[in-house]
Nanobody
Framework: QVQLVESGGGLVQAGGSLRLSCTAS????????MGWFRQAPGKEREFVAGINWSGDNTYYADSVKGRFTISRDNAKNTVYLQMNSLKPEDTAVYYC???????????????????WGQGTQVTVSS
């Protein structure tokens, strides 16, 4: 089993930045792809960004491309989501997730992910 703990959410004005972190409990984290998803009130959860085990293959939703950057530090079992130029429509609960298949490519599909964090709230005011 893998526990994922997100942090870094909060309230920010439009145009501002936040960096989310997600720390995994499992040492073998370094061989797994990770993803960030978000769910806004009244909407379905959607893919935001994904990263492969080594960090050299990333994938973004069109809505965040050029503004968000996903990265990871395998020595710290942590994946990050740097969010710049935030917009009110980025307001959501953000979740990280892990895909428990060694050396998989990042996927935008929820069903590919095996464990999820509890989520962290990001609120962007206009």
């Amino acid at each position: 089993q893998v526990q994922l703990v997100e942090s870094g959410g909060g309230l920010v004005q439009a145009g501002g930045s936040l960096r989310l972190s997600c720390t995994a409990s499992r040492r073998t984290f370094r061989s797994y792809a990770m993803g960030w998803f978000r769910q806004a009130p009244g909407k379905e959860r959607e893919f935001v960004a994904g990263i492969n085990w080594s960090g050299d293959n990333t994938y973004y939703a069109d809505s965040v491309k050029g503004r968000f950057t996903i990265s990871r530090d395998n020595a710290k079992n942590t994946v990050y989501l740097q969010m710049n130029s935030l917009k009110p429509e980025d307001t959501a609960v953000y979740y990280c997730a892990v895909h428990l298949r060694d050396y998989a490519i990042p996927s935008p599909y929820e069903y590919e992910y095996d464990y999820w964090g509890q989520g962290t709230q990001v609120t962007v005011s206009s």
